[in-house]
């Protein structure tokens, strides 16, 4: 017979562990910490600032509030081009004092057009309209670009519109004061020949009275387009401190182009306001860059 094999108590179970199905490497597989995905950094409460200026909005809201900025505007300029044309009278009477001063408290104009008094009644009250609303409209379109800004930008831009009007006024006021009443004295009385009764036409004297003012308050400008320019990176104070003679020169030529009489005197009463401007402006432009180069 042939001879029975033995079988060990532990053959069993190694030909059980055999014939199990061995489970899928993945679930066998220890996973590394390296492999294991990092958590998502979360923002600590402290870090986040909230901004009470800023406003989010769609762009349909966006352009609702300039709708309503422009309405403001529009409003604020014909409400004064309505109070000036109720005062028109002694609107005119102010305008044409410099005018009486040269030619006697009896002088007089002369009327071309039928409608010239009308017309110039209007064009008053619009130009005051403009001059004196135009702050305020600068003052609208600022707020609503304002809150997208941070609050230092912000203070800087208000303080450049109140120093742009106040410059422009100053302009207003010496082209008033020192040189508008002298052109007419060296055009109606130095230049008159005799025999010649002078008297200009109401809508040419306002147009002169106009323009003349308007250019001194534009040229008055000059501090705020340098400064501007020197914060843009544009422009540098040393370049014009280098180039300061050329500057003058510029500004010379600019003042005798546009200065309202043909004389020595109109010319030096535009030309020294602005150079004083023009150093002025590098002053200050010297003076915010120290400040950037500490910060």
Same mark, same amino acid.
């Given at each position: 017979?042939?001879? @029975? ?66 309405? @403001? ?10 109070? !000036? ?11 044409? @004092? ?61 303080? &450049?519109?109140?120093? !742009? ?24 009385? &130095? ?7 002078? @008297? ?11 323009? &003349? ?24 104070? !040393? ?26 005197? !109109? ?29």
């Amino acid at each position: 017979m042939p001879a @029975k094999k033995k079988s060990f108590p532990g053959s069993k179970k190694k030909a059980i562990q055999k014939n199990k199905i061995a489970p899928p490497a993945n679930l066998t597989k220890a996973v590394s910490p390296s492999q294991l995905p990092l958590p998502e950094p979360r923002l600590e409460e402290e870090s986040i600032e909230f901004n009470p200026r800023e406003k989010y909005m769609t762009l349909g809201e966006h352009l609702e509030e300039l709708r309503w900025v422009l309405i @403001k505007s529009i409003i604020t300029v014909f409400a004064i081009m309505i109070g !000036s044309l109720f005062f028109g009278s002694e609107i005119h009477t102010i305008f044409v @004092k410099p005018y009486k001063n040269v030619l006697g408290s009896d002088a007089t104009f002369f009327q071309i057009k039928l409608m010239a008094p009308v017309f110039i009644y209007l064009k008053t009250s619009f130009m005051v309209s403009i001059l004196f609303g135009f702050p305020f409209v600068f003052y609208f379109l600022w707020n609503f670009i304002s809150p997208a800004l941070d609050p230092t930008t912000d203070k800087y831009g208000k303080f &450049i519109i109140l120093f !742009s009007t106040l410059l422009f006024w100053g302009g207003v006021l010496v082209c008033w004061f020192t040189v508008f009443e002298n052109l007419l004295e060296i055009f109606l009385v &130095i230049f008159r020949p005799p025999d010649v009764d002078m @008297k200009l036409p109401i809508d040419e004297y306002y147009d002169i009275f106009f323009n &003349i003012h308007l250019v001194f308050g534009a040229s008055f400008q000059l501090p705020i387009v340098l400064i501007l320019l020197g914060r843009l990176g544009i422009l540098k104070s !040393s370049f014009l401190i280098n180039r300061w003679r050329e500057a003058t020169i510029i500004i010379s030529v600019f003042s005798a182009f546009f200065s309202p009489g043909p004389d020595v005197f !109109s010319m030096m009463m535009l030309f020294i306001p602005l150079m004083i401007l023009f150093f002025a402006s590098l002053v200050i432009m010297v003076i915010s860059e120290k400040k950037d180069k500490e910060i």
